[in-house]
């Protein structure tokens, strides 16, 4: 060892947030030998950033370390994030959710939206675990994508296959994926060669289009534009049917959306480029008293980048200028982050929506970590194989990384947790929004840009690994020293790859790459590698189903307690989400006491039952996991214990509890409380086993 984790246990509340304890820069759990490449602690790492949930991350997860400890703490973070949105549905699996619990617009009774599903499906397929990305696709695919918002998910799609080289899982749903594009018929117009959309349903409201489409009066809705954002998209996912229909043979309909790729190419360069601008813009659908028809919209946005997030723009100076203005402190350049729209804009930062007194959401010059996210994608794709590159440079890179790392910091700040909110004030980088359904929002991407862009970990199609990390030179205020991720997965095998500026990190200076813990390749310097890496085949996905899931309120499984038993509150202990967040209560609350209590669920017919997960909530103060607990099954009429493990349940993690299988048409839990603190059982699982 080059140093000891730093304190593995700060605060039950600490641990609760699901926030990262960071670690000393100048220390580590590497483990450095002249004859391996460095090889992490990743227990002990789990163990300190995410306490005892430490199990669900140890086998699944890429593990990292860098010299900036901030971004380390947020890639955790990030993967607690992703964690904490995997809902479990039972039969139909897992899906990921934008909001960890219910908001009006969401597909009842999921909770799923379909608007950030490209970054949702982006951060998880570098998980090892291919079961969570793999349920998602085919929710999504198999009725769950309602169009409510555009998306690039079958470009998303595409990017998985990159990762994974699973042929049979990219073209599953391929005939599915077809008939969705074409649906976007309705939003096409023929004349123009264009989609337009409601700036709304393009998960934007409150743009330069729909705001000045009401005569600065409003925003929220209205505005129909022709738009980078949903024209980068659908070229996106035209250029990924096109290469889904090439590897299925199928070479008419390769054709057909290759030649719908570039007809929309041609199209938004030609028309939603300004000359007078130097930006990609909208043109607007809408006709009326305040605005034209394919007249362009009066100032610069940051969706204007978009077209770069998918490689549609060529290599030239023309285009490549665009990038000044997000430098530029008089355009979008605010002091904390990205601005939506350029600060001249007559109704910049105008607030117009509340919910109560509390802002809500506008697009007209906040932050928005998910333009951020894109915008840092086609950034890195502008630095990684484009010649003419503009004003950007890699410093620029990993400054706005870092400025975006910044703003998982400025949560509500206590205790040091880590809180990614909706929006943020581009002068201040503090959160606007603040309503409860904002903390811990999962409407952006931060470990792909980790992966993709500082590490550089470029996936292709062929059987070639490719690492290109866009860090500036040794010397540059932004440049990093020294960084080490393991653990990838690439085309079935896993990756590690390992910078040290000067050696003294890691006992070697440069670039080394290693595939299955054996060395492949190294250069004493900062640069592209390109390594030959014949796929093989991935683990297998392993699945077993949750029994006790209530999706529909009043439907089966039916849950019952001895207190608390008011219906929302005995859902939340069997809807299929678990999270151990204090800002987001979570789970079925009992009474506080000294009383024994139970927590039952009725599957209303008879099931094989073998096992429970418990996952139990403890903030330190009011809630605190059950000193012991029993697991009952309804048998010949009576309750009869099935297990009745010695050691007390885990707080902020899950208990697994195993027995000989039964049949039972019900189950509970029987918990002895710790003292007189009230239970928070997060979540109750059941499984045939």
């Known amino acids: 060892m080059r140093g000891n984790i730093r304190t593995i246990l700060a605060t039950a509340a600490l641990l609760a947030s699901g926030a990262s304890v960071p670690l000393a820069a100048s220390s580590s759990s590497t483990t450095v030998s002249a004859a391996t490449s460095p090889r992490l602690d990743a227990a002990a790492i789990a163990k300190a950033r995410f306490g005892n949930d430490a199990a669900w991350y140890e086998q699944r997860i890429p593990f990292f370390e860098s010299a900036d400890p901030k971004i380390d703490a947020v890639y955790y973070y990030r993967w607690g994030l992703f964690r904490a949105h995997q809902r479990d549905l039972g039969v139909q699996g897992y899906i990921t959710t934008e909001f960890a619990d219910d908001v009006d617009w969401q597909r009842h009774p999921f909770a799923s939206l379909n608007d950030a599903s490209g970054f949702h499906i982006a951060e998880g397929r570098w998980l090892n675990d291919r079961r969570f990305t793999a349920d998602y696709i085919e929710f999504m695919y198999e009725g769950g994508n309602d169009r409510h918002f555009t998306d690039h998910m079958a470009d998303s799609v595409w990017g998985r296959y990159l990762v994974d080289g699973d042929r049979d899982a990219v073209l599953a749903h391929l005939k599915t994926m077809r008939h969705i594009y074409r649906l976007w018929d309705e939003k096409f117009d023929f004349t123009k060669g264009l989609y337009f959309v409601e700036p709304l349903l393009d998960a934007t409201e409150y743009t330069v289009s729909s705001i000045d489409a009401s005569g600065g009066k409003d925003g929220f809705r209205g505005g129909d534009s022709f738009r980078p954002s949903v024209n980068s998209y659908m070229f996106a996912n035209a250029r990924a049917l096109s290469r889904m229909a090439e590897m299925a043979g199928d070479t008419a309909m390769a054709k057909e959306y290759a030649d719908r790729a570039e007809a929309l190419r041609t199209r938004v360069l030609e028309d939603l480029w300004s000359p007078k601008l130097g930006h990609f813009v909208d043109r607007y659908q809408v006709d009326n008293e305040h605005v034209k028809y394919w007249d362009q919209i009066r100032n610069r946005e940051l969706v204007g980048y978009l077209p770069w997030m998918f490689d549609l723009v060529p290599d030239e100076a023309k285009y490549s ?69 503009g004003p950007v440079t890699r410093s620029d890179y990993m400054r706005l990384l870092r400025q975006y790392t910044q703003l998982h910091h400025q949560g509500d700040g206590k205790n040091g947790r880590l809180d990614l909110e909706e929006d943020y004030h581009p002068e201040t980088g503090k959160p606007i929004v603040g309503l409860d359904r904002s903390h811990h929002y999962f409407h952006s991407g931060y470990l792909d840009l980790i992966l993709t862009g500082l590490v550089g970990i470029r996936p292709r199609a062929d059987d070639v690994l490719e690492v290109n990390p866009l860090l500036p030179a040794a010397g540059d205020p932004q440049a990093l020293d020294w960084f080490h991720i393991e653990r990838v997965p690439y085309h079935g095998h896993q990756v590690s790859v390992t910078w040290d500026a000067d050696g003294k990190r890691y006992g070697r200076k440069g670039l080394t790459i290693a595939v299955d813990g054996s060395e492949v390749a190294h ?94 909530f403890a903030d330190g103060g009011k809630f605190a996991a059950p000193r012991k607990v029993r697991i009952e099954a309804w048998q010949n009429g009576r309750w009869q214990t099935v297990a009745m493990p010695a050691a007390a349940p885990l707080a902020n993690g899950v208990t697994r509890l195993n027995w000989t299988p039964v049949q039972a048409e019900r189950v509970r839990v029987v918990m002895t409380p710790a003292g007189r603190k009230a239970i928070r059982l997060a979540e109750l699982k059941a499984f045939a086993r």
């Open 321 to 389: 200028g665009a990038w000044a203005h997000l430098l530029d402190p008089n355009a979008l350049a605010g002091k904390a982050g990205m601005r939506t729209v350029e600060q001249n804009y007559e109704y910049y930062m105008r607030q117009y929506r509340y919910l109560g007194s509390a802002p809500e959401c506008q697009w007209n010059g906040p932050i928005w970590p998910y333009q951020t996210t894109q915008v840092l994608t086609g950034m890195a794709n502008l630095l990684d194989h484009y010649g003419q590159k």
């Open 523 to 616: 250069r004493d310097d900062l640069g592209r590698i390109e390594v030959p890496l014949a796929r093989k085949a991935n683990a297998p996905v392993v699945r077993e189903t949750n029994l006790a899931v209530q999706l529909v309120r009043e439907n089966f499984p039916k849950a019952s307690a001895s207190s608390g038993s008011e219906a929302e509150n005995l859902h939340d202990g069997i809807d299929g989400r678990a999270w151990f967040y204090p800002e987001l209560p979570n789970g079925w609350d009992s009474a506080a006491g000294p009383a024994e209590q139970w927590y039952a669920v009725d599957f209303g017919k008879t099931v094989t039952l073998g096992a429970t997960e418990l996952a139990f």
